[in-house]
């Protein structure tokens, strides 16, 4: 048999009251969704298990059938896999968001959805700048970027980062960005002197002159998060037996294909918006069942 799973990411939400109390996905026009429904078989399942914040790294793991209390690192770790990183086991990696702060609050977490090309040279140009021995920066897609802390690596004593506790950008809109800079442990002040001084090195950058012109958001600030270590996750086919592929435009989803022995199919128009090509995405997959016994077919946008 073959199978397709389909992760409509974020679509369940909350009710909403302007939705008369309904959830985004129950007011939504969705005939063939409605349709597979009547045909099939519908239940819900738990994809945070207690004591775990809710997140696509978190669910996106229990949906594939790995218990996050036992695989999960950390959310950067899998974006790095991604984007082909060479890790050792001794490396921290953060994830590094591109923020907006406006008046010390937290005003957009991908500032302004910031071009790939725009926040390259962003990036760059800061890293170039700043004294972190160790530290590895590694420019990714739009907002979204890398740091490695390498220090632990050739039998080093390198830094430890357990204690930690950071916040992600996303979740705290509009709050004061003081509230939530990283904290605990004996390092946490490094990543904070690392975002101020990006605030000081990103007021006068020149893409953010041209930006601040064109009325778009600024790139204000560097915002380190998620970080965690390697971890060590035994293939998908070993487990279960079946050969599988996944289909998404966002690296955390294509991370844990990459450690679970999954394939990232690589398929044109997609995108994390609404824009992307939905028609080429399910034809892709249908295809691809040719060749694999199981197509995840990840959807951002309603997240």
């Not at 207690?50 to 999960?72: F, I, W």
């Not at 975002?195 to 020149?206: L, Y």
């Not at 012109?213 to 070993?238: D, I, N």
Request: glycine share 10%; proline share 7%.
């Amino acid at each position: 048999m073959k199978y397709v799973i389909l992760i409509a990411d974020g679509a369940a939400d909350h009710p909403l009251e302007e939705l008369e109390g309904k959830t985004p996905f129950e007011a939504a026009r969705k005939p063939h969704t409605d349709r597979i429904s009547q045909m099939g078989r519908q239940g819900t399942l738990i994809t945070t298990p207690a004591g775990m914040a809710c997140g696509s790294d978190v669910c996106s793991m229990c949906l594939l059938g790995y218990d996050p209390r036992k695989y999960h690192k950390g959310r950067a770790p899998l974006e790095a896999a991604a984007m082909g990183l060479e890790l050792t086991p001794e490396d921290w990696i953060f994830r590094v968001n591109l923020v907006t702060v406006i008046d010390g609050n937290m005003q957009d977490h991908s500032a302004g959805h910031i071009s790939s090309d725009e926040g390259r040279r962003l990036l760059e140009d800061f890293a170039k700048r700043i004294d972190m021995p160790g530290m590895l920066l590694y420019p990714g897609v739009s907002y979204r970027n890398i740091m490695v802390d390498a220090s632990g690596r050739n039998g080093q004593v390198g830094r430890d980062w357990s204690e930690l506790k950071t916040t992600p950008p996303h979740d705290v809109p509009g709050d004061p960005m003081r509230k939530h800079l990283p904290v605990g442990g004996p390092h946490a002040e490094l990543l904070q002197r690392m975002i101020a001084e990006s605030e000081v090195f990103f007021r006068g950058h020149e893409i953010n002159h041209t930006r601040r012109e064109m009325g778009e958001l600024p790139a204000t600030h560097v915002w380190p998060w998620g970080q965690g270590r390697k971890p060590v996750m035994p293939s998908f086919e070993s487990r279960f037996g079946k050969k599988g592929a996944m289909i998404t435009a966002v690296d955390l989803l294509a991370g844990i294909a990459a450690f679970i022995g999954w394939d990232r199919l690589d398929v044109p128009g997609q995108t994390s918006y609404h824009d992307t090509d939905y028609a080429a995405a399910g034809s892709h997959a249908l295809k691809a069942l040719e060749k694999y016994d199981l197509v995840c077919v990840h959807i951002e946008a309603p997240d």
